[in-house]
């Protein structure tokens, strides 16, 4: 079958307009009825029938309606439809349900894509006992992915290497897996490319892209470098545009507190906090670096080993 000779809806009917077929044997036979409707009848093989004109008119109906998937399994199935004797429903859900599955996959990859995340990092992975200033309950609430239906935001607080950005991430990928488009970015990038959009007058097209459009935004490392300005007048934009319309995560190593100098300014910092935790779970998280874990395990185990073995 050849694409380039797609169905027009016209010829469409014209061929409705045919005789159906009858092959009323043992097998499943495709026919048209007067008014163009497809009917389902039973014919020997589908290997017969891929000879057939219906069986070809069939492929290039799927092929109109992009249902690709399905046109190129239609010989198997009806193949399957055969040897399994099933009625034309369980033929036409077993047909359009491969097609459903191949879609969803291909969705799921362009969301993968659009998400951004850095890493894969799950919960499972996480070790809570390392943490122990991490309420288990709050994380487990999280996990619910109920803060995205009721536009909550989540602010995760604490030094370098805590597990900010993998509990982030953890969340993020559970948003995606569960069909949120998700949408992760380091603040100093989110400011770059705003500044940039707005620079090149395509803002608006960002602004639906990547801040308004996913229902969760992750920004991380908020706090790690000062912000001019500017830059801290980008950050109030996408806090208050989103403000009670989509969720943000956010990372800090800096305490709200010490907000006021991230942002060089008192009045833009209160604001963005202000709406950030208007409606939020803040997780501060006092602790241990998990980078550090081994250097410090290494320490405890050196120290007895060095007072049995005296001063070199
Ligand atoms: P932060 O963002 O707070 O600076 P990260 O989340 O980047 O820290 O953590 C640093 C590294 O340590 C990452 O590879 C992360 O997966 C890992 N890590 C941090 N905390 C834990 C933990 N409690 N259990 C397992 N891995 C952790
Ligand atoms: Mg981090």
Redesign the pocket.
Known sequence: MSRSQPVSPLVAENRGAEKPQDSRDDGLAISRTPKGALRLENAKTAASLSNTTVFHRLQELLHYLELGTSAANLAGALETARKQELSAAEFLEGLLRKEVEVAMARRMKSRARLANLPTS?TLQ????D??PSIDRGVIAELSTLRFIEERRNVVLL?P???????LAIALGLLALNAGYRVRFTSAAALVTNLQGNYERGTLLKRERQAITGPPLLIVDELGYLPLDQAAANWIFHVVSKRYERGSIII?SNRGFADWAQIFNDVVVATAIVDRLIHNATVINIRGKS??MRNYLADQREDRPASVLNGPP
């Not at 370098?160 to 993998?166: A, E, L, N, T, Y």
């Open positions: 990092k992975t996480f070790d809570f390392f943490q604490g370098p290497g805590v597990g900010k950005s993998h990372t998990y980078r």
